[in-house]
């Protein structure tokens, strides 16, 4: 089974299971194979090779990041590659790689090339590329989100682990939402900007996309890095209030729902409505928030003079060569010469009184949940109205730049036509590790699996009872996760049950078989996994192991490993360890 995180990925090459020289030379001529337009460019044969022979002279216990594949934003340096911005005659050859793109590569990391975007990262349809339309990893006739398409799209179809992405309107949120991914949208500046083609410099941020909120996590810890070339770099701080990272009590500010928006999406608004209940069985408490004054504040990125910001970013480029930009790009950009200083300072001033009372709002909830976007549309339906229907998918992400706040975009559901959905939370800025934590129990609670894997399972999961070698940290645990298996639960079976040691091996194998007599409880495990892979874990499973019902110390019962009574006759009874974990300490 291929690795599914990047922790798997490097206990692979640790174990020899995997070559990462042949690993990543697959995983690029996969993503030399691609047909959704997800890349403008790869690093060639040779590229991959200096990569790869660095690797060799670094020890994999040191770098955290050793031979996992990522794609990079064509907005972004990449030494060796030429950065575009999506645009062909702008087209350069960088010195250096980007700041943060250095400090991933410097924990092992090998960027695969350069992925499609909206032209001048201007859009939130990935449809505004000399490259081509970036297609959606579901359905090609859908837009994949913008402006990072082809970086949420390589990772969605498994050609990459992560990749990075920009984000200054919400264009490291949407693709996620459209992808089946999680998005980060960091706090501002502490991710580097330096070596990125600015859109709009005071708002920009640096964003990944993951199929794991483990691996977000780590990508975090490693490129979240004060840098002190950029200007804007902040460096790590607790937040102004702190937030919980469990949902537990959490409060969680829900938008009324006149203040809510789906376009015409009835789908999205039932998937929504569907989150919330989850939400309040994990044990958040939803409570009314007025998201109004964010959406105000939100008008002022494109109906405001911050415009005037993209147009500064490439005004050179822009006046010398204005008909080398798509239309739609020069009809935004060029809207920017139409205000003046004056409107300038009247707009920040606006934006600080929306700041102000958003911050009392805010500070009402620990998170504000929201859809990250409120409808999805096909690429011709875009094409035939690229303003309106691009303004309509930024009405949750507009604002959160402006008014310098962290978010995260985490998958919630599927439409009956096998679309994705999600929802953003977010909060005051610096809770980002808070913000990361929601996400990992959010993916383990409903068992979700991210990405195209995740096509026909994130809304249809099943829990499924391990007892044995499947368990976490056990030889064959590995079956489980490259099926898309998250831990949900340690617990015990109610105290009806008997375990034995099978015969064979290695690896040695428990088996469980109900006995209300003399039984006692066995500490097991339960996992969220997708319906459609039990059939692929249980033609693993020899007789005379099978599938069954198993009742929990809680009185629940699920699903799980059962033995056949034939399987026990001249077997081991190892009741008294409690469990296969217990036993094997007692073997040691």
């Not at 216990?61 to 907005?75: C, E, H, M, R």
């Not at 690229?386 to 604002?399: E, K, W």
């Not at 391990?466 to 490259?482: I, R």
């Amino acid at each position: 089974m291929m690795p599914s995180t990047i922790k798997q990925l490097i206990e692979a090459y640790r174990s020899g299971e995997i070559s990462p020289f042949s690993f990543l030379q697959e995983k690029l001529e996969q993503a030399r194979s691609d047909d959704r337009n997800a890349w403008i460019s790869c690093i060639s044969d040779a590229q991959l090779q200096t990569y790869v022979d660095a690797l060799r002279e670094k020890d994999s216990d040191t770098l955290p990041l050793y031979g996992v594949p990522f794609a990079i934003k064509d907005n972004i340096d990449l030494e060796g590659l030429p950065t575009t911005a999506g645009c062909k005659e702008y087209t350069y050859e960088p010195e250096s790689s980007a700041f943060v793109v250095a400090q991933l590569i410097a924990a092992g990391a090998v960027p695969l090339g350069k992925t499609n975007l909206d032209q001048f990262a201007t859009g939130l349809v990935g449809t505004r590329s000399p490259w081509g339309e970036g297609k959606n990893s579901f359905n090609p006739d859908y837009i994949s989100g913008g402006s990072s398409s082809g970086s949420a799209v390589s990772v969605a179809t498994n050609q990459v682990f992560f990749s990075l992405g920009t984000d200054t309107a919400g264009s490291g949120r949407v693709p996620a939402a459209f992808n089946n991914l999680m998005g980060l949208k960091a706090s501002k500046g502490l991710l580097s900007c330096t070596g990125v083609v600015p859109a709009c410099k005071s708002l920009d941020c640096v964003t990944f996309f993951a199929r794991n909120a483990d691996d977000l996590s780590l990508l975090y810890s490693v490129a979240a890095v004060y840098d002190e070339q950029d200007c804007y770099a902040r460096p790590t701080q607790a937040p102004i209030q702190p937030v919980s990272g469990s949902f537990n009590g959490l409060k969680v500010g829900i938008p009324a729902a006149e203040q809510l928006a789906f376009f015409g999406n009835e789908e999205y608004q039932t998937l929504f409505a569907e989150t919330q209940t989850r939400m309040k069985e994990m044990g958040a408490e939803l409570v009314p928030f007025d998201l109004q004054p964010f959406i105000d504040a939100a008008k002022l990125l494109y109906q405001g003079p911050w415009v005037a910001e993209r147009y500064a970013a490439v005004q050179t480029f822009f006046e010398e060569q204005p008909k080398s930009c798509l239309p739609v790009i020069e009809t935004i950009i060029g809207g920017a010469t139409s205000f003046s200083a004056a409107d300038t300072f009247k707009a920040m001033y606006k934006l600080q009184a929306y700041k102000v009372q958003c911050d009392k709002l805010l500070s009402e909830v620990d998170i504000v949940m929201t859809p990250t976007a409120g409808t999805i549309y096909t690429i011709n339906e875009v094409n035939a109205d690229p303003i309106t229907l691009n303004s309509n998918l930024g009405y949750y992400t507009n604002f959160m730049n402006l008014l310098d706040y962290c978010s995260v975009a985490i998958p919630a559901g599927f439409t009956d036509a096998g679309l994705p959905f999600g929802v953003t939370l977010f909060t005051r800025a610096f809770a980002d590790p808070a913000l990361l934590s929601l996400a990992k129990q959010w993916q383990q609670d409903n068992g979700l699996v991210l990405g195209v894997d995740g096509r026909n399972s994130a809304s249809k999961t099943m829990d499924l009872l391990v007892c044995g070698a499947h368990m976490e940290g056990l030889p064959l645990n590995e079956q489980l996760t490259s099926l898309g298996g998250v831990l949900k639960e340690k617990t015990s079976t109610s105290a009806k049950y008997k375990m034995y040691k099978l015969a064979g091996g290695p690896p040695f194998r428990p088996g469980v078989v109900r006995d209300e007599e003399q039984g006692t409880d066995i500490e097991v495990e339960v996992w969220a996994i997708s319906t459609g892979s039990i059939g692929a874990l249980l033609a693993q499973i020899p007789h005379p192991l099978g599938l069954g019902s198993v009742e929990l110390v809680s009185g629940e019962w699920v699903k799980g490993f059962i033995c056949e009574p034939i399987g026990i006759q001249g077997a081991q009874d190892i009741s008294e360890y409690g469990g296969w974990r217990g036993f094997l300490n007692s073997e040691s």
